[in-house]
C-alpha cells in the first residue's frame, strides 16, 4: 500500500451515515500510507445529506479512527459548513450554460423511460441507475421561472454532452490503471443539486479536493466511476487534477461488501468483542478483495 510519490496529501472522506465498519478502516489506512514520509492525511466528513448525517456517527469516526491509531490535520472540513462554496461553483457552472433545473420525479422518469422509443432494457443505465431521458432540457426560460416561482421542488442538472463539447477529451492517472479516459457520458445529465440536499457528492468531494490540496485521492473501487464525471467538473470549474487510487473493497464471506447496515463488522462492535486494532489489520486479509 505504498504510494509512488511519498509527499502526497490525500484524505479520508467518510459520510457520517452510519458506523465505520471494517471496510471504512482499511480504506482510511490506505489513505494514511499515502500521506507517510511528510505527506498529509486530511479528514474530512461528507455531510451535506441532512436526512442521513448524524452527530453519533460523526461522533462515532473521530472515537473510531483515533482507536485505529490515525492522526489527521485540524481543523477537519465539514462539508455542512460550506454550502455557500458549493453555490459558487453551481453559479460558475450557470453561466457558463451548463445547468438546467429538472422538474420529473422518480416515477415520472421511470415512466419517461418506459414509453419512449427504446424498450425499458435498451435504456443505458448509468453508475447512478437508469440515465435520465432528458425531459426537462428543452423547457423554455420563461416555463422554468414560472415553475420555479410556483415552488416546485426541483434538481439542479448538468448539460453533460454539451460540458464535454467544450473541454474535449480528458483522462487522469491512476496509480493502479495507468492513464484512464474519462467518460462521464456515463452519467447522462447528472444531478449536480437538490431542493434537499443544495449539492451533490460529486460537486461537494470534487470543490473540496481541489480547495484542500489533494494530490492523491484513494477510495474504494465502487467509486471508481464517480472519477470519470469529477474529471470533467475539474475541467469545467478549472480545478487542478489529482492523481488517483481506487483500492479493491473487502468483501465478507458471503461475497458482499461491508455495508453500514450490517452492525457485525462495525469497528465498534468488534471493539466490544474485545477485537484489537492489530486484529482488524491482520483480518484485512483474510477478507477476500473485489474488483469491478
Ligand atoms: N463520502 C463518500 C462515502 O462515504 C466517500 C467519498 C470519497 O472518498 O470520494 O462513501
Request: net charge positive; with cysteine; charged share 25%.
Amino acid at each position: 500500500m505504498k504510494s509512488i510519490n511519498p509527499a502526497h496529501t490525500t484524505r479520508f472522506a467518510p459520510s457520517p451515515t452510519g458506523y465505520l465498519h471494517i471496510g471504512h478502516a482499511f480504506s482510511a489506512m490506505d489513505a494514511a500510507s499515502a500521506a507517510t514520509d511528510q505527506g498529509r492525511l486530511l479528514l474530512r466528513i461528507e455531510d451535506t445529506d441532512k436526512g442521513r448525517c448524524k452527530a453519533v456517527f460523526e461522533d462515532a469516526i473521530y472515537e473510531d479512527l483515533a482507536w485505529l491509531g490515525l492522526g489527521w490535520e485540524l481543523p477537519v472540513r465539514r462539508q455542512s459548513e460550506h454550502f455557500d462554496d458549493y453555490q459558487s461553483a453551481l453559479k460558475d457552472l450557470d453561466r457558463l450554460g451548463l445547468l438546467y433545473p429538472c422538474f420529473c420525479t422518480r416515477a415520472q422518469i421511470l415512466r419517461e423511460i418506459e414509453n419512449s422509443a427504446l424498450a425499458p432494457h435498451q435504456h443505458m443505465n448509468g453508475p447512478n441507475g437508469p440515465v435520465y431521458p432528458g425531459t426537462c432540457r428543452q423547457l423554455a426560460k420563461a416555463e422554468q421561472k414560472r415553475r420555479i416561482r410556483n415552488g416546485e421542488p426541483n434538481a439542479i442538472r448538468l448539460r453533460t454532452d454539451v460540458a464535454l463539447k467544450g473541454t474535449g477529451a480528458l483522462t487522469w492517472t491512476d496509480e493502479l490503471r495507468g492513464e484512464v479516459n474519462a467518460t462521464p457520458e456515463i452519467f447522462g445529465d447528472v444531478i449536480l443539486a437538490r431542493k434537499d440536499t443544495l449539492v451533490s457528492y460529486h460537486l461537494a468531494c470534487t470543490w473540496d479536493d481541489a480547495l484542500q490540496g489533494v494530490t492523491l485521492v484513494t477510495r474504494g473501487e465502487d467509486l471508481f466511476p464517480s472519477t470519470h464525471l469529477h474529471r470533467l467538473l475539474q475541467a469545467l470549474l478549472n480545478l487542478p487534477t489529482p492523481s488517483y487510487r481506487h483500492h479493491s473493497l473487502l468483501i465478507g464471506k458471503d461475497g458482499k461488501k461491508f455495508s453500514k447496515r450490517n452492525q457485525s463488522f462495525t469497528l465498534r462492535c468488534l471493539r466490544s468483542l474485545g477485537w484489537t486494532k492489530q486484529q482488524v489489520i491482520s483480518e484485512f486479509d483474510h477478507l477476500k478483495a473485489w474488483h469491478l
